[in-house]
């Protein structure tokens, strides 16, 4: 069984799948369903995931797409609640004692939070409760669960238990980025007429090892070490430290359980003999917006609106930035003094730590940053360790309302501002 959302990952990760055998009835797909027919999409109705690649979109079943792809409807699936659900196809994951379960997660994150295409994100505290409670229903033998996102090992990092029967790996460790890769400018790059990047490089890493594999004889181990290579290696200068969370012991399970394996794979014996393509280059994945924006504005012909729309574009996200993180750093300032702030807000727990103690706190401090500051957005996110340090110190509301207040004069308006696309609305 299978979750996940957004891009050319999803569509690849189903047909992973689907050639694995796996019923449709058995897969549910999350997806905002916004590339296919993009007018940006300059293949209309076919998407890669790789240069070479093949279509991924065709057959996708779309079980929640646009706005119902959301936070409860994604945890009324996991936990089987049909009358939970609202929209979508209403398929839930209605699991057995016996089953196994795969999910596999692609979006944008920041320390303890996920990214989804609509309001609010997701915090890990809340997933986790998801999964303990699902744990105790008894209605799954085990669960794999494969994150991509920036900060992913900080969605597990000191919260998931071992004794849930759950396996998990994350493209990145708890402080650091995720990378998109198949990226224009890169090498080997998206074809020509592309101005975005095809994948992300934890995800396409797996899928490209689960494509050609026998997966009756790989380990869920074997795929670990293999995309924990491709993902972070000398060769590369760039990359994030792919990780493993829960109950480790699972990983000597052969991947066939949670993802099939293709008949076609059959004889492929050695798992080590490294055949995939190489990836020598990739896109900080919080950066992929911009970088799209700036090849539209640099392909586009001079004077056209295209390249007037895509310029303002890139200069709207780039004073976004700038305004949510001088705000941050700003708030830090008055809330610590001028030469503490920066350090507590920047101070990383020792591994093994969650990001914060208390995650209602958390909750509260992003509400009063954004009221005054406007959305933090999915760019925005990357400043979550900061508010959580806020409450680590045990700041009150009413001083980080105060303080966001004066750090923030004006409240931005249209799409930054809090009440158009608040991240904790
Ligand atoms: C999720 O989506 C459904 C259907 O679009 C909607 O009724 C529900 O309010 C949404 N929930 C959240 C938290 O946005
Ligand atoms: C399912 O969701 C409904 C509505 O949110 C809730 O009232 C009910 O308690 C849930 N059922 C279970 C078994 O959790
Ligand atoms: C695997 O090898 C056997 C024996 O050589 C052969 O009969 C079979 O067709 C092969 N299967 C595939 C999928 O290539
Ligand atoms: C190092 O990473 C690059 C890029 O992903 C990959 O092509 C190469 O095979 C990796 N090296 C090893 C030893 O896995």
Redesign the pocket.
């Known amino acids: 069984m299978i979750l996940c959302f957004t891009l050319a990952d999803v569509c690849h990760a189903y047909q992973v799948l689907k050639k694995g055998g796996l019923k449709d009835e058995n897969i549910i797909v999350f997806m905002y369903d916004d590339i296919a027919f993009n007018e940006e999409n300059p293949r209309p109705g076919v998407i890669i995931n790789n240069p070479h690649g093949e279509d991924v979109y065709a057959g996708v079943p779309k079980d929640y797409t646009g706005n119902d792809v959301n936070v409860s409807n994604f945890f009324a699936v996991l936990l089987g609640n049909r009358t939970a659900i609202t929209g979508g196809s209403g398929k839930v994951l209605d699991s057995c004692p016996n089953d196994h379960i795969f999910v596999y997660y692609s979006d944008h994150g920041g320390p303890g939070v996920l990214g989804m295409p609509t309001n609010p994100y997701l915090y890990a505290n809340d997933l986790i409760d998801v999964l303990k409670k699902k744990h105790a229903s008894g209605t799954y033998k085990s669960w794999v669960f494969y994150l991509e996102a920036c900060e992913s090992g900080s969605i597990f990092e000191g919260l998931l238990p071992k004794d849930l029967n759950i396996y998990a790996t994350t493209a990145a460790n708890a402080v650091e980025s995720s990378w998109g890769t198949y990226c224009p400018g890169e090498f080997p790059s998206p074809p020509q007429e592309y101005e975005t990047c095809l994948g992300d490089l934890y995800s396409v890493a797996w899928m490209e090892d689960s494509d050609v594999h026998n997966l009756q004889t790989e380990t869920l181990k074997q795929q670990y070490e293999l995309v924990k290579m491709r993902t972070m290696n000398e060769s590369m200068v760039f990359g994030s430290h792919v990780m493993q969370y829960g109950d480790i012991e699972l990983n000597n399970e052969n991947l066939f359980m949670y993802m099939g394996s293709n008949?076609?794979?059959?004889?492929f014996t050695s798992t080590y003999d490294n055949s995939l393509p190489s990836v020598s280059r990739a896109v900080n994945q919080r950066d992929a917006d911009l970088i799209h924006f700036w090849h539209k504005f640099r392909k586009s012909p001079e004077g056209s609106p295209r390249k007037f729309e895509a310029q303002k574009k890139f200069f709207d996200v780039m004073a976004h930035r700038t305004h949510i993180d001088h705000s941050v750093e700003l708030m830090g300032k008055l809330l610590f003094g001028y030469e503490n702030g920066p350090e507590v807000l920047n101070a990383v727990r020792p591994a093994g730590k969650p990001l914060v103690e208390d995650w209602d706190c958390l909750k509260i401090m992003v509400r009063a940053f954004e009221t005054h500051c406007g959305s933090l957005s999915q760019y925005g996110m990357k400043h979550m360790r900061s508010i959580a340090n806020i409450c680590n110190a045990g700041v009150e509301k009413e001083q980080m309302a105060e303080a966001s207040a004066q750090a923030c004069t004006r409240i931005p308006s249209g799409s930054w501002s809090s009440t158009f696309s608040g991240f904790s609305a």
Do not use: L, V
Request: proline content about 20%; aromatic content about 0%; cysteine-free.
């Open positions: 008949p076609a794979n059959d004889n």
